[in-house]
């Protein structure tokens, strides 16, 4: 299935969302911070979806977003941005990043889990 990276500085958050991607046949890597989303990228390029927090340490979702995106491989790959910031000022900034999605916590990975199979067959 998909190679999925999960960036958030949650632990508990990473390994939720990580047990339910893999128990649904997808591969994950994870990044604790945008900084280290942002190199964790850099060693992945076959990744084929992004999933992120907006608020980290280090570096930002949206500031990891739009540098991923200056990467000539990560130009379409999905961007989700998974957290509780959904004011229109930060949806814009994201939307201007490249982010494709949001999705608004708590995360239950039954909401989530068919948005990102969803948004996984459309990039295929």
């Given at each position: 299935m998909a190679k999925i990276l999960i960036v958030d500085d949650s632990e508990t958050l990473r390994?939720?969302?990580r047990e339910a991607l893999e128990e649904a046949g997808?591969?994950?890597v994870e990044g604790v911070d945008g900084a280290d989303g942002l190199r964790v990228a850099g060693e992945h390029a076959d990744i084929n979806m992004i999933i992120t927090?907006?608020?980290m340490p280090q570096m930002d979702g949206v500031t990891m977003a739009?540098?991923?995106r200056e990467k000539p491989h990560f130009q379409t790959t999905p961007i989700l941005m998974l957290t509780t910031e959904a004011t229109p000022d930060i949806k814009a900034?994201?939307?201007s990043a490249g982010i494709l999605a949001?999705?608004?916590k708590p995360l239950v990975p039954s909401k989530v889990l068919p948005a990102i199979e969803k948004v996984l067959a459309r990039g295929s």
């Open positions: 390994i939720q969302l997808h591969s994950v927090d907006f608020n739009a540098k991923i900034a994201g939307k949001w999705i608004v």
